[in-house]
C-alpha cells in the first residue's frame, strides 16, 4: 500500500538523503575515473553528490523525485552485494554478510520512524525483512542522528521506500544542524625506515608516506624557537627508537619532516651550524634524564650533536649547545622543549 502511495506520483516529490561511508565504500560508487558514479547520476536521474575527500567518513548526499531516489539506492545496493560477493571469493567465509547502508537523519525526524512505543519501526522491519536500528546519539556537531539498514538489496529498498515516506509525512521541526565528517589525524609510525599509517588494530605500509612528508617540509616554516609558544600540530607521529631500550615519542609531523635522517636519499645535507640554548639548572635533569638515557634518544631522534656544559658556580643556568642542519637543530630544540613542558605542566615523561 505504501509503495503505491509513493510510485503513484502523490508523493512523487523532490526529496533530500544523505548517507555515511567510509572511505572504501565511497571509492566503490566512484569507480575508476568516476565512472560509476556517473552510470548512477545517468541511469537514476537522481543528483548525487559527495563530500570532501580528506575524511574517513564521507557524507553522499542524494537528491530527486522519489522515484529517482529509489533507483540510485537500488544502484547502491546493488554494487555493494557485488563488493561482498567479491570480497567472499577470496576468504573462507561461508555465510554472506548483509548489505549495510547507514542514513543521515534529522533527529526531530527521528521519534516518527521509531513510532510509539516503537510501532513503526517494528512495522519497517517486519513488512521488509531489513534490520533498522536508529542511533541513540546525535552525530558530532550536529542534529541529525544515524540510522542503520542492512540486509538484502531488496530488503533495503523496500526499508528505504518506507523511510521516505515517513520522512515526508513528518518534516524536520526547526532547523538542523547536519553532520559533517572531520578529516583524518591518523597517527604515523615509522618503524626501520618505513612509514605506516594506522588503521584499526594495524599497521598499514604507507609507501608514499616518506616523498608526501618530504614535499610538506619543504611548505613547513621551522619550528618555533623555546620559549615561545609551540604552534597547535593537526598531524601526529609515533617515532620509535630502538637500541638497547626501546620508547617512542609522539611528534607532530612536522617535526618528523625536518629530520633529515627520516628521509634518506633526498637532498644533500645543508651545512652545519650551531645553536645556543640556557636551560635552568633544575629542569637540566629532565632532559639529560637518568644516566643520560633522555639526551641520547634526542640526539638520536634529531640527528644533532647536543652538549650540555658543565655547571659554573654561582650560575643557576646551564648552557646547551646543539650543532647539525638547520632541520636538526630544529628538531632537537623541539624535543628539548617538549621534555621541558612534560615537566613543567606535570605531564610526566613524554
Known amino acids: 500500500e505504501m509503495e503505491s502511495k509513493v510510485s503513484e506520483g502523490g508523493l512523487n516529490v523532490t526529496l533530500t538523503i544523505r548517507l555515511l561511508m567510509h572511505g572504501k565504500e565511497v571509492g566503490s560508487i566512484i569507480g575508476k575515473k568516476g565512472e560509476t558514479v556517473k552510470k548512477m ?34 544502484m547502491i545496493a546493488y554494487k555493494f552485494e557485488e563488493d561482498i560477493t567479491n570480497s567472499m571469493s577470496n576468504s573462507t567465509a561461508t555465510s554472506k554478510p548483509p548489505v549495510t547502508l547507514r542514513l543521515v537523519v534529522p533527529a526531530s525526524q527521528c521519534g516518527s520512524l521509531i513510532g510509539k512505543g ?101 611548505q613547513q616554516t621551522p619550528f618555533t624557537p623555546l620559549g ?60 639529560i634524564g637518568r644516566q643520560g638515557t633522555k639526551i641520547n634518544e634526542i640526539r638520536q631522534m634529531s640527528g644533532a650533536q647536543i652538549k650540555i656544559a658543565n655547571a659554573t658556580e654561582g650560575s643557576s643556568e646551564r648552557q646547551i649547545t646543539i650543532t647539525g642542519t638547520p632541520a636538526n637543530i630544529s628538531l632537537a630544540q623541539y624535543l628539548i622543549n617538549a621534555r621541558l613542558t612534560s615537566e613543567v605542566t606535570g605531564m610526566g615523561a613524554l
Not at 575524511?55 to 522515484?67: K, L, Q
Not at 618503524?191 to 612528508?213: S, V
Open 41 to 74: 547520476r545517468e541511469e537514476s536521474g537522481a543528483r548525487i553528490n559527495i563530500s570532501e575527500g580528506n575524511c574517513p567518513e564521507r557524507i553522499v548526499t542524494i537528491t530527486g523525485p522519489t522515484d529517482a531516489i529509489f533507483k540510485a539506492f537500488a
Open 118 to 218: 516503537g510501532s513503526k519501526i517494528k512495522e519497517i522491519r517486519e513488512s521488509t525483512g531489513a534490520q533498522v536500528q536508529v542511533a541513540g546519539d546525535m552525530l558530532p556537531n550536529s542534529t541529525e542522528r544515524a540510522v542503520t539498514i542492512s540486509g538484502t538489496p531488496d530488503a533495503i529498498i523496500q526499508c528505504v521506500k518506507q523511510i521516505c515516506v515517513v520522512m515526508l509525512e513528518s518534516p524536520p521541526k526547526g532547523a538542523t544542524i547536519p553532520y559533517r565528517p572531520k578529516p583524518a589525524s591518523t597517527p604515523v609510525i615509522f618503524a626501520g625506515g618505513q612509514a605506516y599509517t594506522i588503521q584499526g588494530q594495524y599497521a598499514i605500509p604507507h609507501p608514499d608516506q616518506l616523498t608526501k612528508l618530504h614535499q610538506l617540509a619543504m
Open 228 to 287: 615561545q609558544t609551540t604552534p597547535a600540530f593537526p598531524a601526529f607521529a609515533v617515532l620509535t627508537v630502538s637500541g638497547k631500550q626501546r620508547s617512542s615519542i609522539v611528534l607532530p609531523l612536522q617535526a618528523i619532516t625536518m629530520s633529515p635522517c627520516i628521509c634518506p636519499g633526498l637532498d644533500a645535507s645543508p651545512p652545519a651550524s650551531t645553536h645556543e640554548l640556557t636551560i635552568p639548572n633544575d629542569l637540566i635533569g629532565c632532559i
